[in-house]
């Protein structure tokens, strides 16, 4: 079985775990884990990453994270490193702590990124136990161990966990968000939802088919480098939202107020929609926001209408495709 391709861009988002070697504890204490958090924290501002979501169990971690400048092996390698210092010289030991390299899925955000970090918060409760569903549940609300603490009262956030690109999905950082995101994550436990990793073995990528697609052909075999993808070479440039936002106004000679105002409906929206998604790589619901607070669902079904109008129209395909070739030609 082949391995997985080891996936990197700027702000893509992953899953990443660790477990100890041999499956022995990287935590023994309670230290142990404020440590490791510590160093996380660090780790997580030098190489400028953003942690949506943790669990520490016993003898692994979970991680959610984007990397706004495309570089988990520098970031992982550098934390691992770092944790794996501090544990062997406080408990006088040597050699690895980690059972070979980490693995990582790539995550379709828009799609999967609310299950895979309710995936991660209810990771302790995997575990077998003698307690009831009642308590367990009740304590894993209050415990420090995962990041749904903080999801769940403000006061108890850290710094260091972007709580809002979650909370993003169902309208924002506010209370009405928050019960939203808990009722959410209680009805994983409750209907004991399957794993959405189950969808990345064999390719390492959790996502809907268009997303695996896209990643394949500039991640595939044949691409023997990132200097000779020319997709990703245009990731690099990495337009921001208003600058791509400018310049398709410009293009379409619309007034900016008109594409980007709420109640506004027309394709040449759509297609700026599908241009932010494809250059900036933004999540639906930051393209909502964009475009006058409009809810992700309504950014999800007007990319979907325009994919519906290109197929039944196809002179749009060849407008959007004569788009994204205009895009970098009308700068001042």
Known sequence: ???????????????????????????????????????LARSLDVFEVNLLAYALMPNHFHLLVCTPKGNLSEFMRHFNISYTGVFNRKYHRAGHLYQGRYKAFLIDADNYLLEVSRYIHLNPLRIKSKETREKRWNDLLLSDDTSLLGYMNQRSRKEFVHYTMVLNYFGGNNRKSINEYRKFVEEGFRNEVPSPLEKGKGTGIIGKEDFVEEI???????????????????????????ELIDQ?????????????????????????????????????????????????????????????????????????????????????
């Open 1 to 39: 079985m082949t391995r997985p391709l080891r996936i990197q861009y700027p702000d893509a988002f992953y899953h990443v775990t660790c477990r100890g070697n041999e499956r022995k504890e990287i935590f023994r204490d309670q230290e142990d884990r404020n440590t490791f958090l510590k160093l």
């Open 216 to 242: 394949k052909q500039f991640f595939g075999k044949d691409k023997d480098s990132h200097r000779e993808q020319p997709a990703l070479r245009e990731l690099d440039k990495s337009i921001t939202p208003e």
């Open 248 to 332: 398709y106004a410009k293009l379409v000679k619309l007034k900016r107020e008109e594409l980007t105002t709420k109640g506004k409906q027309s394709t040449e929206r759509a297609i700026l929609m599908e241009l932010l998604y494809r250059f900036c790589k933004i999540t639906q619901p930051e393209i909502g926001r964009l475009l006058g607070g409009i809810d992700y669902s309504a950014v999800s079904l007007a990319r979907t209408r325009l994919q519906l109008k290109i197929k039944n129209e196809p002179e749009w395909g060849k407008k959007l495709i004569q788009m994204q070739k205009n895009m970098g030609k009308c700068k001042d």
